[in-house]
């Protein structure tokens, strides 16, 4: 059997954030989430043959907020995926929950149905940066999801957060930091806050302080050492983990491995092909084929995606694991990458290359450098 990952998109939020570019919407009515659960479960159910020789080893329940569902929704559609796919014994199966959208009572019915991971959205411990972002949600009310969450049985949390965000300084996100220690999170992501073209935020950016690049750069390099000190190693640029507690599912887009995405906005790498849906919910809703790209990567593609992608993990590009998928040394990317090393943004490893926490700052520019895609 061939290893799979599943993600399924719920695209439903109480409110959209003034950051947001994903698809989400407010969820309006139960009749439309209702629809939406329905139409979902279908998509599943028709991947049966294609997916005969596959094990699902990942499923990943993101949004918007899959914890706005009733817990008799998400049952209907683990169990469709049960019935549709072979299922690891020990599948991580995770979702995204925003503060307030869960309470001890969903997250008991989803532990007893299967859910093994929960990946709960603080980005930030203060009410000023939290309003900035459009978040409806403070500390104390992460607090008590993630508490709750504890005393229903969840074992492995993840918590999100945010730096170079509107009002934030360099202490305010130590701060941040310093008060989910005592929570003892297996898993962290650090995202720096990426204005996106069209949404609230990116309009309104000019009327707000922001931390300045070199600011946000102290915070990162501050953020690595700290977590690192205490337990939470950098595994990729942005995510830190305990031992064995890795993201198992977003591993498989890192080390370029088969996924399936279903739901709007869903993206996969499935069989050699690589496909989107569009945003389309309606015409989803009306079981109209959404497919909006779909493409075959060449080697030379794969081989540059995957020196990209390898490149994330703190532990870099193996030559040895290239040469096992590829059938050849990655020779010419190391050359490139030679410059980069003298400059102390990559380092050897025993068996490649990887980029330093001051290299991740300068990731893309390095990056483009090193790599190229097929136009």
């Known amino acids: 059997m061939k290893p799979l ?25 139960e009749e439309l989430i209702g629809a939406y659960v329905r ?3 279908r998509d599943i159910a028709g991947w049966k043959e294609a997916c005969r020789e596959y094990t699902l080893q990942t499923v990943y329940f993101g949004g918007g907020t899959p914890t706005l569902l009733s817990a008799k929704q998400l049952e209907e559609i683990l169990q469709t995926v049960r019935q549709t796919f072979s299922v690891e014994a020990d599948c991580e199966v995770s979702a995204e929950c925003n503060p307030a959208t869960g309470d001890r009572e969903l997250f008991s019915a989803m532990r007893a149905m299967g859910f093994n991971r929960l990946s709960i959205g603080l980005q930030s411990a203060h009410r000023e940066e939290l309003r900035a ?12 999801t993630w508490n709750e969450a504890r005393q229903a049985g969840f074992e492995n949390l993840n918590v999100d957060v945010m730096f170079g965000i509107p009002y934030q300084t360099g202490e305010s996100f130590a701060k941040t930091l310093e008060k989910l220690l005592p929570l003892s999170p297996e898993h962290l992501s650090a995202y720096a806050l990426t204005l996106e073209e069209g949404t609230p935020l990116w309009r309104r950016a000019d009327k707000l302080p922001f931390p300045d690049e070199e600011q946000t750069a102290k915070m990162y390099l501050r953020m690595v050492d700290f977590l690192g000190a205490n337990g939470l190693e950098q595994y990729e640029i942005s995510n830190f ?3 064995g507690y890795q993201s198992r599912h977003n591993r498989k887009y890192w080390d370029m491995e088969e996924y399936l995405g279903l739901g709007v906005a869903a993206h996969s790498d499935f069989a050699g092909v690589r496909f989107g849906n569009g945003r389309d919910i309606e015409a989803y809703l009306r ?23 390898q490149l994330r993990l703190a532990e870099g590009l193996k030559n040895g694991a290239f040469r096992e998928r590829f059938g050849h040394d990655a020779t010419a990317f190391f050359a ?9 943004l990559l380092r050897r490893t025993a068996d490649g290359a990887a980029f330093t926490p001051e ?5 893309n520019a390095v990056l483009s450098e090193i790599v190229e895609f097929e136009g």
């Open 241 to 243: 983990a305990r031992t």
């Open 5 to 29: 990952g599943l993600y399924l998109h719920i695209p439903f939020c109480r409110s959209k954030c003034l950051y947001c570019d994903f698809c989400s919407l407010p969820a309006r009515s």
């Open 336 to 344: 490139k990458m030679e410059p980069w090393i003298q400059k102390g």
């Open 133 to 144: 972002l459009g978040r409806t949600h403070d500390f104390d009310g992460f607090l008590q």
């Open 39 to 41: 139409r979902l479960c």
């Open 287 to 309: 079981g109209e084929d959404i497919c909006a790209e779909k493409s075959v990567p060449g080697a030379t593609e794969r081989e540059n995606e995957y020196v990209m992608l």
């Open 359 to 363: 290299g991740f700052l300068v990731s």
